[in-house]
């Protein structure tokens, strides 16, 4: 494990990386979702893709890269671009989880999305409950961690701002107009981002393809081979 340290809108992040060399020409970046980190990545494909170089990235605010100031996914997408330039390490793909594959769309690579974010899904009246309570506490002025979402729990006031940044962003014109290959793999039983977005996805990406694969949200973990057959097996051209 590796760390380096990058200068972005006058503030310093550092990076935890880590790198595996497969002594090959070509390389791939490997982006974490919300609330993991490159240590999941790396489990689940280390030992797969051996035709590319790894890169695995912390994203700030998770794992060893700590981030305390508000950020939205493009500024995400110009600390990775920073960080790459930084290292010298070029990248040929990137692959990227739920929050990191939206990280990936607005960059200029060929993508690997997996069960990725960034279409707007209908909320279940429980959720949409407690963002109402949320916003009449704001307007009474009453301070609570209650109504969080398990998914800014223990973050620190940067990173909560953070989430509220990037929870609601809609990516379907980013998607839309992203001009690159994408191979689009989803879990059959994802419930933190419906199937159907994936599909979505895949329509709006024009050179792209998808698959659905047995999991949840978190398929590619026992699914790392699969992916690899599937993405050697389906060249885009």
């Known amino acids: 494990m590796a760390s380096k340290t990058i200068t972005y809108q006058n503030h310093s992040f550092i990076i935890s990386y880590e790198i595996i060399q497969n002594n090959v020409q ?33 994203l700030p605010g998770f794992g060893k890269s700590p981030n305390e100031i508000a950020l ?23 692959l990227g989880h739920s929050f990191g594959g939206k990280v990936a769309a607005l960059l200029d690579y060929e993508i690997i999305l997996l069960s990725s974010a960034g279409i707007l899904e209908k909320k ?16 009474l002025r009453i ?10 729990d223990q973050l620190n006031s940067g990173m909560y701002q953070t989430f509220k940044n990037v929870v609601n962003e ?4 980013i998607f ?7 191979s689009i793999f989803w879990g059959i039983d994802d419930k933190a981002t419906n199937i159907q977005s994936g599909k979505k996805i895949s329509k709006l990406i024009e050179n792209s393809r998808f698959y659905a694969l047995e999991g949840d949200h978190f398929f590619f973990l026992t699914q790392g081979r699969e992916i690899q057959s599937l993405y050697n097996q389906g060249v885009l051209v």
Not at 26 to 54: C, E, P, R, V
Not at 176 to 182: P, S, V
Request: charge should be positive; aromatic fraction near 16%; hydrophobic fraction near 45%.
């Open 170 to 173: 809609d990516f379907s014109p």
């Open 143 to 152: 301070k609570t961690s209650i109504l969080r979402s398990k998914d800014a």
């Open 176 to 182: 839309k107009n992203f001009k690159n290959k994408a």
């Open 124 to 139: 279940p009246l429980k959720v949409r409950a407690k963002i109402l309570c949320a916003k009449l506490f704001k307007i």
């Open 26 to 58: 070509k390389n791939m970046i490997f982006l974490h979702g919300w609330g993991s980190n490159k240590a999941l990545m790396l489990q689940a494909f280390k030992d797969y893709f051996t035709d590319f170089n790894h890169c695995y990235i912390d």
């Open 72 to 94: 939205f996914t493009k500024d995400y997408a110009n600390i990775v671009k920073i960080f790459l330039e930084a290292i010298n390490f070029k990248a040929d793909v990137i």
